[in-house]
């Protein structure tokens, strides 16, 4: 049914009369008749007869009015409705897809911007995958932060700050002092993470590409502890600029210029269209925004 003929009926209703309900509706009294025409062919019934000079409704008319009304409100409070957010007030969860990196370096300083402005906020984190567009598509993730060449197609991004790798050494390596040729990086033993779900894949085939050769000692499935194996051996790892800097802090690690130049990439944060406009998950991507855009 015609949604403009709920309204019909209720006019015809209210003022007892088809040109009444005509200009109240802003429509021509014939359009009005045939509106009520369609309403008494759907019902089976007259709904309205005339009384001299008003319509009277007929009992089936008088036990549909009060329906009427009810579905015109919901139908009105649906169409006036605006999902608003408080941060201060919602306990609502965020799942967000990190490479074990961004947990490292971002996710403190990003726990401590969301306990300021919203201490009930809850963060579910899940680490990137090969079934990180599938979880965005879902609805079961919200959002995904990393390099993720994969994502580029079919969802939103934002690009947050540009990477680029640096090779990382134990402080008093024997061999790697001022500055790591190439002729010291082919000689020495490397240790290499294996990240299916991001686009890190792109060294390995960059130094291939250049003829370079990497002799990899250990692979490792994860970024989790690697500074530690840098620390407690000679191995060379190819990392991440911002992994680096936090690994360097501790002043146990050094890290170096590689001796070519391998391709820079931008971290970006992603989602799907189904969540663009939320305003819960808005201002969660400003809030990211906010802490990680230079």
């Not at 932060?145 to 990382?168: S, W």
């Not at 082919?186 to 294996?194: A, D, G, L």
């Not at 299916?196 to 990899?216: I, K, M, Q, Y």
Request: hydrophobic share 45%; proline share 7%; net charge positive.
């Amino acid at each position: 049914m015609d949604l403009r003929l709920l309204h019909v009926f209720d006019e015809i209703f209210k003022t007892s009369s088809v040109s009444r309900a005509a200009e109240a509706l802003g429509l021509g009294q014939p359009a009005v008749s045939i509106a009520l025409q369609r309403l008494r062919a759907h019902f089976g019934d007259a709904l309205f007869v005339r009384v001299g000079a008003r319509m009277e409704p007929t009992p089936l008319a008088r036990e549909l009015a009060p329906r009427m009304r009810q579905a015109l409100a919901a139908v009105d409070d649906a169409l006036g409705h605006r999902s608003r957010f408080e941060p201060r007030a919602t306990t609502r969860s965020f799942v967000v897809g990190m490479s074990d990196i961004s947990q490292i370096v971002l996710l403190p300083a990003l726990w401590a911007r969301l306990r300021e402005e919203a201490p009930g906020v809850a963060i579910e984190v899940r680490p990137l995958s090969t079934q990180t567009p599938q979880q965005l598509e879902a609805g079961e993730a919200d959002l995904a932060i990393g390099f993720m060449p994969q994502l580029d197609a079919g969802f939103y991004e934002l690009k947050l700050f540009p990477q680029r790798y640096v090779c990382m050494v134990r402080v008093g390596h024997p061999r790697v002092h001022e500055r790591l040729t190439r002729a010291l990086f082919e000689s020495e033993s490397h240790v290499v993470v294996s990240d299916p779900g991001t686009g890190h894949a792109v060294v390995e085939r960059e130094l291939e590409r250049r003829g370079v050769r990497r002799r990899v000692a250990l692979r490792v499935p994860n970024y989790v502890g690697l500074s530690y194996l840098v620390e407690g051996t000679d191995l060379i790892a190819t990392v991440p600029l911002r992994l680096a800097e936090v690994v360097g802090r501790q002043r146990r690690c050094r890290s170096f210029d590689p001796p070519l130049a391998l391709p820079a990439y931008e971290i970006k944060l992603h989602w799907h269209e189904r969540f663009h406009q939320d305003p819960g998950h808005r201002w969660m991507r400003s809030v990211i925004t906010r802490l990680l855009r230079p």
